[in-house]
Nanobody, 122 residues
Framework: VQLQASGGGLVQAGGSLTLSCATS????????MGWFRQASGKEREFVAS????????DYADFANERFTISRDSAKSTVYLQIKSLKPEDTAVYYC????????????????WGQGTQVTVSS
């Protein structure tokens, strides 16, 4: 399972960003895809996940209003759109894959992309 995250960068507070996670069609159609983030000095935390069918999504409480996870089956790509960015959103964002729906612990995701840095300036 290979995951390639991209789309991070330096953004001003209040701006928006869309992260992408590209994978193979086999992985895309058979795995739950999730996004996590890890700020400097903090533990990796769950942001959102989407089922293989895209019929179900799950969000961390902090992500309910400003984060949107979506899937593009034609491109075998999962996206994480972040609106109204805040300095506290600064972190390395990782995409991850697991067979099991409903998992929010990083320990339950065996497959990881390399991460993409998001930096929000105030």
């Amino acid at each position: 399972v290979q995951l390639q995250a991209s789309g991070g960068g330096l953004v001003q507070a209040g701006g928006s960003l869309t992260l992408s996670c590209a994978t193979s069609a086999r992985t895309f159609h058979n795995y739950v895809m999730g996004w996590f983030r890890q700020a400097s000095g903090k533990e990796r935390e769950f942001v959102a996940s989407t089922s293989w069918s895209a019929l179900s999504t799950d969000y961390a409480d902090f992500a309910n209003e400003r984060f949107t996870i979506s899937r593009d089956s034609a491109k075998s790509t999962v996206y994480l759109q972040i609106k109204s960015l805040k300095p506290e959103d600064t972190a390395v964002y990782y995409c991850a894959a697991t067979r099991d729906w409903g998992k929010v612990s990083a320990n339950d995701y065996p497959h990881w992309g390399q991460g993409t840095q998001v930096t929000v300036s105030s």
